[in-house]
């Protein structure tokens, strides 16, 4: 039971769920000052010229790590440090000459030279909920002010592919990954239920029990009938629209062969559901590679679980080796059917932990320096960006903020990361305020 509830929430009661209501909380309370400040942002950022790098990726699949994982004792190791820093874990060498990664990560270190390891993320948001916002926004929080995550960005600035939604989360959505000022029209699609278990099953694949695809026809062919009549009353109208979406994406899904494919697990081979492990994370994440692979443009797959306050070197290596194994299992995955280099693949949580252990054997909320990893979609293999000072405290080189993470997401997908939206009061913000692409990692 514990287990479970670790991945729904962290240590500050932050839940999931909550980020609903955050959303639902409406576009008010923005003050004149805040106000006047974007618009000078938004015209700063419209006269810069943005790269003229077009793009590889047609595809993003977030890893959401909640609850922060630890850099040291993933990707950035300190084994010259203090006992009370370094902790317990050992590096290990990589397939890329000087790359070293953590001793829980051993398939992971054969796949390095198709992994962009950025050691020097900073933030100056040490809590769950103010941390998770800025990562899968750009933005820090704005009192009042629904910023939408980057995968109802990219459903809005980029052409759906396939009768699938643009926008899938598995097995549940991610906390500020919504539609923000964009609608509800624009918030993901859950399948619904754990990928892992034998009986999963996609909610609005099949018409109601009793219900024929033929009266599901006449049913649609009444309703637009209808919504014809009152349209003209509903326009503008950002409940309405959802609604109409919602309708819309069922009928496709149902309508669609190709559409319910995508989400049939069991037409995977024994050996590769293995290889991905048959537990939720790992199920969850083949298929988003079963998803991409259809045509859907933004997955994210949140893997919770990684609050680590206490006892963190017994808890954690089991943690990491279910993590490794799946995604390497990936990587290598999309390599081999040629979607690597159009899929961007980003793993990542909130924040990293402190470099002195606390009391509890645990380490607590740091964000003053911490890890991610990137591969595909154009991103260049085999490196490391960016470093933190000996004790993993501070970036020693190469910060890089979220703002920045955000204009080389949007640049590698070939989305202009200064070109704006507005919201429905007619607040414009930029894509990436103030960011700009990390240098060298897309090629």
């Given at each position: 039971m514990a287990e479970n509830r670790c991945i729904h929430t962290d240590c500050e009661g932050f839940y999931r769920?909550?980020?609903?209501?955050?959303?639902?909380?409406?576009?008010?309370?923005?003050?004149?000052?805040?106000?006047?400040?974007?618009?000078?942002?938004?015209?700063?950022?419209?006269?810069?010229?943005?790269?003229?790098?077009?793009?590889?990726?047609?595809?993003?699949?977030?890893?959401?790590?909640?609850?922060?994982?630890?850099?040291?004792?993933?990707?950035?190791?300190?084994?010259e440090a203090p006992e009370e820093i370094r902790g317990l874990f050992k590096p290990i060498a990589t397939n890329v000459n000087g790359i070293q990664v953590s001793e829980h990560l051993p398939r992971l270190a054969q796949q390095t030279d198709k992994l962009c390891i950025i050691r020097s993320m900073t933030s100056p948001e040490a809590a769950h909920e103010r941390g998770t916002h800025y990562m899968m926004t750009g933005y820090q929080p704005l009192p009042g002010f629904a910023v939408p995550g980057y995968g109802a960005v990219i459903s809005k600035l980029k052409e759906q592919r396939s009768a699938l939604p643009p926008y899938i989360s598995v097995p549940a959505p991610v906390a500020y990954g919504g539609g923000g000022f964009l609608g509800a029209s624009l918030a993901p699609f859950s399948p619904g239920g754990n990928p892992a278990s034998n009986n999963f099953k996609v909610r609005d694949l099949e018409p109601p029990k009793g219900v024929s695809f033929e009266r599901v026809e006449r049913r649609r062919s009444l309703r637009q009938a209808v919504d014809a009549a009152f349209k003209k009353y509903e326009a503008g109208n950002p409940a309405a629209e959802a609604v109409d979406n919602f309708y819309t994406s069922a009928y496709n899904l149902m309508s669609s062969t190709d559409a319910r494919a995508a989400f049939d697990l069991k037409a995977e081979p024994g050996k590769t559901r293995d290889a991905y492990r048959r537990d939720t994370f790992g199920q969850s994440c083949l298929l988003a590679r079963r998803l991409v692979e259809a045509g859907v443009n933004f997955v994210t797959v949140s893997n919770g679980g990684w609050d680590n306050h206490n006892n963190i070197f017994s808890s954690l290596?089991?943690?990491?080796?279910?993590?490794?194994?799946?995604?390497?299992?990936?990587?290598?995955?999309?390599?081999?059917?040629?979607?690597?280099?159009?899929?961007?693949?980003?793993?990542?949580?909130?924040?990293?932990?402190?470099?002195?252990?606390?009391?509890?054997?645990?380490?607590?909320?740091?964000?003053?320096?911490?890890?991610?990893?990137?591969?595909?979609?154009?991103?260049?293999?085999?490196?490391?960006?960016?470093?933190?000072?000996?004790?993993?405290?501070?970036?020693?080189?190469?910060?890089?903020?979220?703002?920045?993470?955000?204009?080389?997401?949007?640049?590698?997908?070939?989305?202009?990361?200064?070109?704006?939206?507005?919201?429905?009061?007619?607040?414009?913000?930029?894509?990436?305020?103030?960011?700009?692409?990390?240098?060298?990692?897309?090629?």
């Open positions: 769920r909550d980020f609903l209501k955050a959303g639902a909380l409406g576009l008010f309370g923005l003050s004149l000052t805040d106000f006047f400040r974007l618009k000078a942002q938004a015209a700063t950022a419209e006269a810069s010229v943005s790269a003229p790098y077009k793009g590889t990726a047609t595809s993003v699949i977030l890893v959401w790590l909640g609850g922060g994982p630890s850099h040291l004792d993933m990707w950035d190791l300190k084994p290596p089991g943690k990491l080796n279910a993590f490794d194994q799946t995604m390497a299992t990936l990587i290598t995955d999309l390599s081999d059917r040629g979607l690597l280099e159009t899929t961007l693949v980003i793993a990542m949580g909130e924040f990293g932990r402190t470099p002195v252990i606390n009391r509890n054997a645990g380490r607590d909320h740091h964000s003053r320096v911490f890890s991610i990893m990137l591969a595909g979609g154009g991103v260049q293999g085999g490196q490391v960006i960016g470093a933190s000072d000996p004790l993993g405290m501070e970036p020693a080189e190469t910060p890089v903020r979220p703002e920045d993470l955000s204009a080389t997401l949007y640049q590698s997908l070939g989305v202009d990361y200064n070109q704006h939206l507005e919201s429905p009061d007619g607040v414009r913000i930029v894509l990436s305020r103030g960011g700009r692409p990390i240098r060298g990692v897309l090629a």
